[in-house]
């Protein structure tokens, strides 16, 4: 679509150009995801109080507001920094599927939020790899990878793989 000298493609919008990015794109891309970790990483004991009771994280002199604000600048400075770059719907899988899908696997904050992490990390590397010899957007691969994760975990769950008895069944037979 071209209207008046500013050209909008609102297919690269929702689906990315994960592969087309400039050296420009990928610095602040990088540049961002640095910048959320640190803030993470320094306000991890607020966000842990914050995320699991509110109401307790003020009474421990956690100021509920300010990080609720911090929290969705972080999220709306990140959607719009990668939109252009992986596309809308590649955020939107990235941000809910490996969390729902860890939140089924792990027990704890910690340990939910290292397999979400690494379902990303395995899901975005498989959907690349996957895409270029198939001639298929990397992006559509990324996003059926992260579907099937959480449909196999879905599976699981509810054939009890994931059930303490059975999964302190399987370490005693370890």
Wanted: glycine share 6%; aromatic share 8%.
């Amino acid at each position: 679509m071209h209207h008046h000298g500013f050209t909008i493609d609102l297919f690269s919008f929702l689906f990315g150009s994960v592969l087309l990015n400039t050296v420009n794109d990928t610095l602040s891309f990088v540049g961002i995801s640095c910048g959320v970790i640190a803030i993470l990483i320094a306000f991890r004991k607020q966000l842990l109080h914050f995320t699991f009771d509110e109401e307790q994280a003020k009474v421990n002199g956690v100021s509920v507001e300010k990080l609720n604000y911090l929290f969705i600048a972080i999220a709306a400075v990140t959607v719009i920094i990668t939109m252009r770059l992986v596309g809308i719907l590649l955020i939107s899988a990235l941000i809910v599927l490996p969390n729902i899908t860890s939140m089924m696997m792990g027990k704890g904050f910690k340990k939910t939020m290292m397999i979400s992490v690494s379902l990303s990390v395995t899901a975005t590397i498989s959907g690349i790899i996957i895409s270029y010899p198939l001639n298929l957007a990397p992006s559509g691969c990324i996003v059926m990878i992260l579907v099937s994760m959480y449909v196999g975990a879905l599976l699981a769950k509810r054939s009890g793989l994931f059930s303490k008895k059975t999964m302190s069944h399987e370490i005693q037979r370890l």
